[in-house]
T-cell receptor, first 112, second 111 residues
Framework: DGGITQSPKYLFRKEGQNVTLSCEQN?????MYWYRQDPGQGLRLIYY???????QKGDIAEGYSVSREKKESFPLTVTSAQKNPTAFYLC???????????FGSGTRLTVV | AQRVTQPEKLLSVFKGAPVELKCNYS??????LFWYVQYSRQRLQLLLR??SRESIKGFTADLNKGETSFHLKKPFAQEEDSAMYYC?????????????FGQGTTLQVKP
């Protein structure tokens, strides 16, 4: 069963903590993306990676970091430098051939 | 600047009424436009894209380059159409695959 898996579904973070959100895909897609979804603001691009061992900043990269050591995995770390991390985070992947993204089910991060 | 605008946060219609979700874009090159839908408790999924000129679940969307619009239409709304809809844009010549999303419109179809 091919798809994208994000974990955990819910995550609570204390002030000053770094947390890592997992995103794994078995679709053999080269490109992967992280978006942040806030009410009334749509989806905003945090980071993206078109190939293993390479990634680029999106529109709101400050306070976040990523890695792409394997084609299947694109974890996102929300650092303590991110001032307003409470949000819904979506991971997506895209094949080189077909248009359109495949999305994960998302992780809801809450700062407590 | 590249931008996608969905002017309506919420669109509420009765079952059987026509629906039009508006989407306007700003892009200097040749764009590819998409509509994504997010039903309650489901993941975001592609509804349709302008290149394929298809009709999915009774929805259609035509790219109007003169008006820089890509409105989503359905002649008769159904209750199961209630969802959040996002319009998105990608550069046709872009090799990054980045999508720029609008703010989203919640469609509420009342019985």
């Amino acid at each position: 069963d091919g798809g994208i898996t994000q974990s955990p579904k819910y995550l609570f973070r204390k002030e000053g903590q770094n947390v890592t959100l997992s995103c794994e895909q078995n679709l053999n897609h080269d490109a992967m993306y992280w978006y942040r979804q806030d009410p009334g603001q749509g989806l905003r691009l945090i980071y993206y990676s078109q190939i293993v061992n390479d990634f680029q900043k999106g529109d709101i990269a400050e306070g976040y970091s990523v890695s792409r050591e394997k084609k299947e995995s694109f974890p996102l770390t929300v650092t303590s430098a991110q001032k307003n991390p409470t949000a819904f985070y979506l991971c997506a992947s895209k094949s080189a051939v077909h248009h359109g993204y495949t999305f994960g089910s998302g992780t809801r991060l809450t700062v407590v | 600047a590249q931008r996608v605008t969905q002017p309506e946060k919420l669109l509420s219609v009765f079952k059987g009424a026509p629906v039009e979700l508006k989407c306007n874009y700003s892009y200097s090159g040749s764009p590819e436009l998409f509509w994504y839908v997010q039903y309650s408790r489901q993941r975001l999924q592609l509804l349709l894209r302008h290149i394929s000129r298809e009709s999915i679940k009774g929805f259609t969307a035509d790219l109007n380059k003169g008006e820089t619009s890509f409105h989503l239409k359905k002649p008769f709304a159904q209750e199961e159409d209630s969802a959040m809809y996002y319009c998105a844009l990608s550069g046709a010549s872009s090799n990054t695959g980045k999508l720029i999303f609008g703010q989203g419109t919640t469609l509420q179809v009342k019985p």
